[in-house]
């Protein structure tokens, strides 16, 4: 069965606090991913990753870092917490390839609060 | 101009009602489009992929007409149990022609089935 894990449900940071987010797959997957979900906008993406140690920025990278040293894990890194960071964290994997059907498996998300 | 763009509803709707979502999409080289459905504080999860030819599972039927960018997805008989958000999701290459399984959600639209 596959499955996506984060490290967290919820999380209280401080502003100004660096914050590590982390996601581990199972399925072997070479592509994963790092959203935010946010009321009226949906889920954005913030990075994504098609390989170990690769990495590529997604639409709203700013404020945010990340780091894959293992296939299976994909961390999200704040930099410096601020208050409009707090949200909810998704995290995804799928499988390999340049084909369709690129499902995604989401894993159950972190809300974090950032006060 | 939002990349995907769907129904703001809320939808409320009785049991045994059929409920069309609709969804738009910006751009004109997207290759792949999906429906995904998310309950209350859960992850997201696939529902159906769209073809152009549309395609149908069950109570549920998804069509794509790829020259007005435009989805759509049909709900029958709806049961309490279709409670839930559905994300309209699509598939963009980048300029060069590859996606490493990028995906765009809409913001999504809230349906509420009741007694």
């Known amino acids: 069965d596959v499955k996506v894990t984060q490290s967290s449900r919820y999380l209280v940071k401080r502003t100004g606090e660096k914050v590590f987010l982390e996601c581990v797959q199972d399925m072997d997957h070479e592509n994963m991913f790092w959203y935010r979900q946010d009321p009226g906008l949906g889920l954005r993406l913030i990075y994504f990753s098609y390989d170990v140690k690769m990495k590529e920025k997604g639409d709203i990278p700013e404020g945010y870092s990340v780091s894959r040293e293992k296939k299976e894990r994909f961390s999200l890194i704040l930099e410096s917490a601020s208050t409009n960071q707090t949200s909810m964290y998704l995290c995804?994997?799928?499988?390999?390839?340049?084909?369709?059907?690129?499902?995604?498996?989401f894993g159950p998300g972190t809300r974090l609060t950032v006060t | 101009r939002k990349e995907v763009e769907q129904d703001p509803g809320p939808f409320n709707v009785p049991e045994g009602a059929t409920v069309a979502f609709n969804c738009t999409y910006s751009?004109?080289?997207?290759?792949?489009f999906f429906w995904y459905r998310q309950d209350c504080r859960k992850e997201p999860k696939l529902l159906m992929s769209?073809?152009?030819s549309g395609n149908e599972d069950g109570r549920f039927t998804a069509q794509l007409n790829r020259a007005s960018q435009y989805i759509s997805l049909l709900i029958r008989d709806s049961k309490l149990s279709d409670s839930a958000t559905y994300l309209c999701?699509?598939?963009?290459?980048?300029?060069?022609?590859?996606?490493?399984?990028?995906?765009?959600f809409g913001q999504g639209t809230i349906l509420t089935v009741h007694p």
């Open positions: 751009n004109s080289a997207s290759q792949s």
């Open positions: 999701v699509v598939n963009m290459a980048d300029q060069g022609g590859t996606s490493y399984g990028k995906l765009t």
């Open positions: 769209v073809y152009s």
């Open positions: 995804a994997s799928s499988e390999p390839g340049r084909l369709p059907p690129y499902e995604q498996y």
